[in-house]
């Protein structure tokens, strides 16, 4: 059955693959909702958007994603209240980022209207999919490709923007382990780092996978000219705490400009810790270890809201961190208060909430 809305044709899959999901077990990002948004770029400018059934897509093996990586993507997610109100948090931010990544590799920014009217009509759509209870949510994923099918090295001139969206649990994860790096770098001055750019990702996998061998989960990366200054932990912003007083790295082409970062920076404020941003050195994380005053090292996204790190090696050094699961953890404080923001629990005295009606 096909529906008209303002900018958007909408066809209503005729079957659900709900009842066959058991949303307790779920493996994230492995399971889709019935429905996904697509906007084609041809002649110049995005044609008509629709929504249809979720769906096996059809590209040339010429096309230049394949060949050139022209290819971002978003993180968001959607909450469900006790009420069965739905809510996104800081949308603007993921579609204002979106469009600063696809500048960065010479792709056409999307319309603002086609973005949110297209979400919040995809979220109504699959709004059985959003199970309420703090720790579940419906992530959401836009992304844009080059489809052009052709070989030459130069930017598209077609693009396809999509939103796909995969039910997710509560996301109890335990803390990691992480290695310092000291050969391989996430990203260098005037790179693509500050971009969600889909090679940033691919280009961590291998690094990933040498540290997985020596017994960590993930890579804290270092810069790329000295690597003397720590700046992202595996796919996630970090943060350190040294005594009472919170450190991050400041953003810049190099590092991504994450919404939960930034979302921490100001609660933290709002609660009255000390939050420097500022460049962080390696050695001086580990004098800080040395010294006892290292309490708390944890990662910033969207996914796992706060993931806790218990130890980090740097030049064949260990360090367990002390401070790991006590009650009264930076960790801890920041994930509650965000999740009882996310959920309408709280009260959400920056805007940062917007509700799908």
Not at 164 to 191: D, H, K, M, T, W
Not at 203 to 215: D, M, R, V
Request: proline letters at 4%; charged letters at 25%; one cysteine or more.
């Amino acid at each position: 059955m096909a529906i008209q809305t303002q900018n958007i044709s909408i066809e209503k899959s005729e079957t659900t693959k709900i009842n066959s999901v058991d949303f307790s077990k779920l493996d994230f990002g492995k399971v889709f909702t019935d429905h996904m948004f697509v906007c084609d770029y041809e002649n110049g400018e995005w044609q008509a958007p629709k929504i249809m059934p979720y769906q096996a897509m059809t590209f040339e093996p010429s096309a230049r994603v394949f060949h050139y990586g022209q290819a971002v993507f978003e993180g968001m997610k959607a909450y469900k209240d006790n009420d069965g109100k739905v809510f996104l948090f800081r949308p603007k931010q993921n579609f204002d980022r979106i469009n600063k990544s696809s500048e960065r590799l010479a792709m056409p920014a999307f319309p603002e209207n086609y973005f949110f009217e297209g979400l919040e009509a995809l979220l109504k759509l699959d709004n059985d999919w959003i199970k309420p209870g703090i720790g579940n949510s419906l992530y959401i994923r836009p992304f844009v490709i080059a489809t052009e099918p052709a070989i030459s090295a130069s930017p598209a001139n077609t693009y396809r923007f999509m939103i796909i969206c995969s039910p997710a649990q509560s996301y109890y994860n335990s803390p990691v382990r992480v290695l310092v790096a000291e050969q391989f770098s996430r990203s260098a001055n005037g790179g693509v780092g500050a971009a969600k750019a889909a090679g940033n990702y691919a280009a961590q996998f291998y690094p990933t996978s040498l540290a997985q061998k020596e017994g960590f989960q993930q890579i804290i990366w270092t810069d790329a000219d000295t690597h003397s200054y720590l700046e992202e932990a595996g796919t996630m912003n970090v943060f350190f705490r040294v005594n009472d007083k919170l450190i991050t790295a400041p953003v810049s082409d190099r590092i991504l400009d994450g919404i939960t970062r930034k979302s921490i920076i100001q609660l933290a404020e709002d609660l009255g810790i000390t939050c420097e941003v500022r460049q962080v050195k390696v050695d001086e994380i580990k004098q800080a270890a040395k010294a006892g005053s290292l309490k708390e090292v944890f990662g910033a996204g969207t996914a796992a809201v706060i993931s806790e790190i218990s130890a980090f090696q740097h030049n064949e050094e260990l360090f367990e961190i002390s401070g790991v699961g006590a009650e009264d953890s930076y960790a801890k404080l920041f994930k509650q208060t965000l999740l009882n923001i996310q959920y309408n629990v709280s009260e959400d005295k920056h805007g940062w909430r917007r509700e799908v009606k």
